[in-house]
């Protein structure tokens, strides 16, 4: 995966032109914008920068982490408000845990789908342990449309989804893509937060919660 997102770094924000999912994806952003609005943010898998760059300007701080250098280049380069946003080269498991009040909320996009099921549940109790309880959880993910998605090339015994999807170099790599439903997510985010509330339009879906 980190080789993968490295290879990709020049060209990971294709995805966002897609003409048929910008009034979706706008719509996302201003309900990101919205709930981190004042808020102390730590960013995980922050990849080019993207959405860092969106609600950087309404969250009162940002501390953007990604494993990938490469990716961590691109969003560096980009233009924040001053003294709002730092970047850390980290991964999430080696995050050490949060100080008092250090955050009141935590961000990823598009990450969720890349955890293993088998290890959703403890990612959570770990996310709760950098950030502090009752921070509040921010995740957004994609919904899987024909036509517009990437096809889903296998399943695995436990229903995690996998992708073909093309390197630079012309070679082809399987990338893991899960889609879940809303049941899905409740069933499993339940028993780790409280006060869960999703909003899905055609093609993103937005998970809010605080965590415990």
């Not at 342990?129 to 695995?156: F, H, Q, W």
């Not at 999703?198 to 919660?209: G, Q, S």
Request: net charge neutral; aromatic share 10%.
């Amino acid at each position: 995966m980190r080789e993968y997102y490295a290879q990709r770094a020049q060209t990971l924000e294709k995805v966002y032109q897609k003409p048929e999912r910008q009034r979706d994806l706008r719509e996302i952003q201003d309900k990101v914008q919205e709930v981190l609005k004042d808020q102390r943010v730590l960013e995980v898998a922050c990849g080019t920068g993207y959405w860092t760059e969106r609600f950087a300007p309404q969250a009162t701080s940002v501390v953007a982490t990604d494993y990938c250098q490469p990716v961590l280049d691109v969003a560096q380069a980009k233009s924040y408000p001053e003294g709002k946003v730092q970047f850390a080269l980290a991964d999430l498991h080696d995050l050490p845990a949060a100080t008092a009040d250090q955050y009141t909320a935590c961000f990823a996009g598009f990450f969720w789908s890349h955890v293993m099921r088998d290890d959703q549940t403890s990612l959570l109790g770990h996310l709760s342990k950098v950030t502090g309880k009752g921070t509040t959880l921010v995740l957004i993910d994609n919904n899987y449309v024909e036509g517009s998605s990437t096809v889903i090339a296998r399943t695995d015994l436990a229903g995690n989804t996998f992708q073909l999807r093309k390197q630079e170099d012309g070679s082809r790599v399987e990338i893991l893509k899960n889609f879940p439903t809303d049941s899905a997510l409740r069933k499993k985010f339940g028993p780790a937060v409280r006060d869960i509330r999703i909003f899905r339009n055609t093609y993103y879906w937005m998970l809010t919660c605080v965590l415990k």
